[in-house]
């Protein structure tokens, strides 16, 4: 298989949607093994305290592992606290373990508390040889539009957003975008909503059909061609320390992530570089 086109620069992708269970953690786990196994270096961040994209990417995120938390809270560059994944040499984790769930409190007497995530990986990037630098960053946000999430939107600068072919799809999507546009007012002008996908689609109801078409003629251009149907092989993977890509390849949980990583890869070969200064990280 041909090896994906490389970005155009570095790009840091942030997964939110305040809503829990639409998908974000499969699609950073997926999308980032999919990235790593056609050729681009990946990191992934795992930012939900409960550590589910550390567990498929068979990262260890017991107590006392070195994790995100050190680096938002303490001092630990992040070079301190990435890990190897099993999944592809080319792909790192970042993870996250339960410590985290006190760090949205812990945050609030920090100093320049939204920036911590954007400074961290700045620093990391430029530490490293531009051959080893990441091309992907992909952060995985929890369920909450917290200090955690916040930080990851300053972060970032582009939003990936996984919407659920469900009931209610489109409820709550109003409140990540308004958040998303005062984080482009005044802390991070870079950063846009670049990306949708539609995920757990059941081709078997109308439901499903008529939720993207809603999303399409709201949305656009922004959504993937590729859709993640609802595979039982996707559920199942994390269980086994693994993404679907590696767990069973020839799924169509599997194909559908692969497919969906290359649009996202071809997008970032056309993007246009960043304006000198407004580079978000490297
Ligand atoms: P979020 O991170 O947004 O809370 P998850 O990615 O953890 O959502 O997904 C919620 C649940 O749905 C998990 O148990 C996951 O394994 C399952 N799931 C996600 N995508 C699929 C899919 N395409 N097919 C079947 N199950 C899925
Ligand atoms: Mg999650």
């Not at 609030?108 to 531009?130: D, G, K, N, W």
């Not at 939720?211 to 251009?221: C, L, M, P, T």
């Not at 969906?260 to 000198?276: D, I, S, V, Y």
């Amino acid at each position: 298989q041909d090896p994906f086109p490389a970005p155009s620069r570095l790009r840091v992708i942030t997964i939110a949607n305040q809503k829990g269970g639409v998908g974000k953690t499969t699609s950073a786990v997926n999308l980032g093994v999919a990235l790593a196994l056609y050729g681009l270096r990946t990191l992934v961040i795992d930012l939900d305290p409960q550590g589910n994209t550390s567990t498929a990417l068979g990262v260890e995120h017991t107590v006392g592992t070195p994790s995100v938390y050190d680096t938002l809270v303490g001092d630990s560059p992040l070079s301190a606290v990435t890990h190897a994944t099993t999944a592809s040499p080319l792909l790192t984790c970042v993870p996250a373990t339960i410590d985290l769930a006190g760090a949205e409190i812990e945050l609030v007497s920090v100093v320049a508390r939204e920036y911590r995530l954007r400074r961290a990986i700045e620093a990391y990037v430029h530490s490293l040889p531009e051959e080893r630098r990441p091309q992907y960053v992909l952060i995985d946000c929890p369920p909450s539009l917290g200090l955690l999430t916040l930080n990851a939107l300053v972060a970032g600068d582009e939003v990936l957003i996984p919407i659920q072919c469900e009931y209610y799809a489109l409820e709550g999507l109003g409140q990540l975008l308004n958040n998303i546009d005062l984080v482009r007012a005044h802390l991070n002008p870079g950063i846009a909503v670049r990306t949708i996908l539609l995920t757990m689609y059941d081709g078997r109801t109308k439901l499903a059909d008529q939720v993207a078409e809603e999303v399409r003629n709201h949305f656009g251009d922004l959504v993937l061609h590729a859709v993640i149907p609802r595979n039982v092989r996707v559920s199942e993977a994390p269980g086994y320390g693994q993404s679907v890509l590696t767990y069973d390849p020839g799924s169509r949980g599997s194909t559908s992530y692969v497919e969906a990583a290359r649009e996202l890869a071809e997008r970032g070969a056309a993007l246009p570089p960043l304006e000198p200064g407004k580079a978000p990280a490297g």
